[in-house]
């Protein structure tokens, strides 16, 4: 299968309307896959057979999901995101309430006449 579709992408109908665009993801397939997708491709194209079959069957499907959603917990983007800070930064949690309206406010951004979010690029 895999040769079938660097041969789509190599002469397929977007490459022949856009010729050589196509060319260098080519070469970097063939010459050395730096991220194993080829190596990996039959492993994906299995998986993405049974995907497309479980989900012809929704109870299946969705027994999957929740399971799949029950168990990201551990992986939130949250725990994350708090994780980067405090082992990276060395920050805890910002303030829950805004700062003080009084205080000083940095300067309003400088944009080039006629730019704005009140206006639209120029063509």
């Given at each position: 299968?895999?040769?079938?579709?660097?041969?789509?992408?190599?002469?397929?109908?977007?490459?022949?309307?856009?010729?050589?665009?196509?060319?260098?993801?080519?070469?970097?397939?063939?010459?050395?896959?730096?991220?194993?997708?080829?190596?990996?491709?039959?492993?994906?194209?299995?998986?993405?057979?049974?995907?497309?079959?479980?989900?012809?069957?929704?109870?299946?499907?969705?027994?999957?999901?929740?399971?799949?959603?029950?168990?990201?917990?551990p992986?939130s983007?949250?725990?994350t995101?708090?994780?980067?800070a405090?082992?990276?930064?060395?920050?805890?949690?910002?303030?829950?309430?805004?700062?003080?309206?009084?205080?000083?406010?940095?300067?309003?951004?400088?944009?080039?006449?006629?730019?704005?979010?009140?206006?639209?690029?120029?063509?």
């Amino acid at each position: 299968m895999l040769p079938r579709v660097l041969d789509v992408i190599a002469n397929g109908p977007l490459a022949v309307s856009h010729p050589g665009l196509f060319e260098p993801i080519l070469r970097g397939l063939r010459e050395s896959d730096r991220y194993l997708l080829c190596a990996d491709f039959d492993r994906y194209a299995e998986a993405q057979q049974r995907a497309i079959e479980t989900h012809r069957r929704p109870e299946a499907w969705n027994a999957l999901s929740v399971r799949n959603v029950a168990g990201m917990g551990p992986f939130s983007s949250d725990r994350t995101v708090r994780q980067y800070a405090e082992e990276i930064w060395a920050r805890g949690p910002s303030p829950s309430t805004p700062p003080d309206a009084g205080a000083a406010r940095p300067p309003e951004p400088v944009l080039p006449a006629g730019r704005g979010p009140d206006r639209r690029l120029p063509p």
